[in-house]
């Protein structure tokens, strides 16, 4: 390719990539079409192990099932370390003349409230580890941010024994896109969650910075007027 342009493949309803680590693919890709939202995260997983970004390019579509799994395969990609896409169903039919009319539709709302939390999360610096949850799947930094997505809501077992300190928890509907604190959560356990009802949600745990610093800077020394010398710390 005399552009560079990244490469990768294609699958047909599966997430089987059989390059591998191939030195000539730049990123996997990967189309599974299942209502099992677990099998989207663990595919994205299964595939990182090559230390490549990791695309789900085709699930369902909007339209295509009663359950909305294109907002939770979304979600279980993220929460994964991968990278999704978001489709309606009937802008990708071809030969329809009304797609303009599924331009502004309930899942193209979510996908705004997707990003617009994910654009607040320094998510570059998470990564994947399901083995701190009971239920559900994680993405965190640990000892800083936690997020735990639960598509089914329920209760959660989320392993904090290992860090120290407070963090500030909200509770965000990914299909209003509205966050509501829930005060702080302690670390140094096992820390049990329920989410508000059978919804999916998701869990924001943030370490708790403390309160500023307002100590005004003290001088130290001051030299001879002649150097004009002034340290501040």
């Known amino acids: 390719d005399p552009y560079k342009h990244p490469l990768t493949t294609h699958t047909t309803n599966t997430s089987a990539d059989d390059f591998g680590a191939d030195a000539w693919i730049d ?50 990609v993220l929460l994964g370390g991968g990278f999704a896409t978001y489709g309606h169903d009937f802008v990708s039919v071809h030969d329809r003349t009304d797609w303009q009319n599924y331009l502004d539709t309930t899942g193209a709302r979510e996908m705004r409230h997707l990003r617009t939390f994910w654009e607040a999360v320094a998510w570059r610096n998470m990564g994947p580890d399901n083995s701190l949850v009971t239920t559900g799947f994680l993405l965190n930094e640990p000892g800083k941010r936690y997020v735990v997505y639960l598509p089914s809501g329920g209760s959660v077992s989320l392993n904090l024994s290992s860090v120290t300190g407070t963090f500030a928890a909200e509770w965000f509907n990914p299909r209003t896109g509205l966050a509501t604190a829930i005060g702080t959560v302690t670390g140094g356990a096992a ?29 130290t020394s001051v030299s001879a007027p002649s150097a004009t010398t002034v340290q501040v710390v």
């Open 27 to 76: 990123f996997h890709g990967q189309q599974k079409k299942t209502t099992s939202i677990s099998t989207y995260n663990a595919d994205i997983l299964r595939d990182r192990v090559h230390g490549k970004p990791v695309v789900q390019m085709e699930q369902y579509y909007e339209g295509q099932s009663a359950q909305p799994v294109y907002r939770q395969a979304v979600w279980a």
């Open 191 to 219: 820390r049990a969650l329920t989410a508000p009802d059978t919804n999916d949600w998701v869990r924001h745990l943030t370490a708790d910075a403390g309160s500023p610093d307002t100590t005004p800077p003290t001088v």
